[in-house]
Antibody, heavy 116, light 107 residues
């Protein structure tokens, strides 16, 4: 079955960077894109961006342009999301999701806490 | 950028009742609309894609309708496990934004 397994929780100081991984299994990794979605505590879902696992093309949310980079490693079927210059309002659970007619499969989420 | 609004913000119903949730887009998204369910501490789950197609494993009590700018998610008879937050998402244009959500809670 399809599984997306994300890396563990992180605590970072303001101004630091974080890199979250999302390891896929159970399907052909390069056949689908991966989207990243975050959710601040008690808030709704915020789309962050998308990467094609086939050719690495990306599309990022305008508000994160310049701070976010999404990459993939096809040899390990893993997607990565790096967010730089972290601020307190980046504190959230970060999800990866397989993009198939909607986000059919989701990772378990990674809590990133930004605090001094 | 397409903006989605969902109504009501909160829907208080009893098990067995019918739930009707609305999602409205600021411009046409054709049928490129999805619905998700999220329970506390869990990742969202895809319920409906392309406005009216149930995702794999989704019970028949969930149905979606609409096209253009107005969409509806209907739960025909609420089960205890259906009390959750529901989000719509448009997939017509970049960015594929989410609506703010509708919380369905127990009356």
């Amino acid at each position: 079955q399809v599984q997306l397994v994300q890396s563990g929780a992180e605590v970072k100081k303001p101004g630091a960077s974080v890199k979250v991984s999302c390891k896929a299994s159970g399907y052909t990794f390069t056949s689908y894109g991966i989207s990243w979605v975050r959710q601040a505590p008690g808030q709704g879902l915020e789309w962050m961006g998308w990467i094609s696992a086939y050719n690495g093309n990306t599309n990022y949310a305008q508000k994160l342009q310049g701070r976010v980079t999404m990459t993939t490693d096809t040899s390990t079927s893993t997607a990565y999301m790096e967010l730089r210059s972290l601020r307190s309002d980046d504190t959230a659970v970060y999800y990866c999701a397989r993009d198939l007619r909607g986000y059919q499969d989701w990772g378990q989420g990674t809590l990133v806490t930004v605090s001094s | 950028e397409i903006v989605l609004t969902q109504s009501p913000a909160t829907l208080s119903l009893s098990p067995g009742e019918r739930a009707t949730l609305s999602c409205r887009a600021s411009q046409s998204v054709s049928s490129y609309l999805a619905w998700y369910q999220q329970k506390p501490g869990q990742a969202p789950r895809l319920l409906i894609y392309d406005a009216s197609n149930r995702a794999t494993g989704i019970p028949a009590r969930f149905s979606g309708s609409g096209s253009g700018t107005d969409f509806t998610l209907t739960i025909s008879s609420l089960e205890p496990e259906d009390f959750a937050v529901y989000y719509c998402q448009q997939r017509s244009n970049w960015p594929p934004a989410f609506g703010p959500g509708t919380k369905v809670d127990i009356k």
